[in-house]
């Protein structure tokens, strides 16, 4: 399947909706057009690089959206190394976004003061010197999830992952009109607090061409989805 992603575009989008209140509903979703490129193999595994060309956010007219946007650009190029199943094992250019990174904080900082603002760029420091962290960030639905799931599987067999939120997901493949499409299922699910989940993938000849997620939890409803545009 890897091979198959090379110089794909692909339109990722994020929706939240919180439950402020019985009768109000906050809304905010995030888009981002990506372009992945196969480089090769590295030490028998497979190398990618991810680009992000265009963001937009629903609330980027105001201060905490335009200062996400501007964190967001921190991961616009990525290179990471992934396994047969679609598992992310390394991030290549750690050192280069830690660089990059302070970059954008000292510019940042010129105009976001307080100590919540310190302590959150500490976060994401801390983030980018941990690679296991940042692995686990980037295989987010919110991130590249959709696509390095660790899901991947060569034979169209029935595959299990375990979460990090403890539960396990399920992709089951079934073949409808003579393309693939792949169910993703939620199992174990007693620990957790989610109440619902549930997920597709769609093929077009060994093409991943559009993924959806669906989760539930508490006050919030999270959708994610991806669309092959190119």
């Known amino acids: ?25 906050l809304t905010k979703n995030y888009v981002r057009q990506i372009e992945i490129h196969y480089l090769g193999k590295e030490n028998k595994a497979d190398v990618v690089q991810i680009l992000t060309r265009d963001y937009s956010f629903s609330n980027e007219d105001n201060s905490e959206g335009k200062l996400i946007k501007q964190i967001s650009y921190l991961f616009d190029e990525v290179e990471l190394s992934i396994d047969i199943e679609g598992t992310m094992l390394k991030v290549l250019n750690k050192e280069k976004l830690q660089t990059r990174w302070k970059q954008i904080q000292i510019k940042l900082m010129e105009f976001h003061k307080g100590s919540v603002i310190e302590n959150y760029f500490q976060q994401i420091t801390e983030l980018l010197k941990n690679e296991q962290e940042l692995i686990s960030f980037l295989e987010g639905y919110n991130m590249f999830g959709l696509l390095f799931n660790g899901l991947w599987s060569r034979n169209n067999q029935i595959k299990t992952k375990l979460t990090k939120e403890g539960y396990t997901q399920m992709m ?59």
């Open 1 to 25: 399947m890897i091979e198959n992603l090379n110089k794909k575009r692909y339109r990722l989008e994020t929706i939240t909706i919180e439950k402020v209140s019985a009768n109000y509903f």
């Open 172 to 230: 089951i493949p079934e073949i409808v009109d003579g393309k693939l499409r792949q169910k993703i299922i939620m199992r174990d699910t007693n620990n957790v607090q989610i109440d619902d989940f549930k997920g597709i993938n769609f093929y077009t000849q060994n093409t991943l061409e559009e993924s959806y997620i669906e989760i539930q939890e508490n006050n919030h409803h999270f959708k994610y989805s991806l669309l092959w545009i190119g």
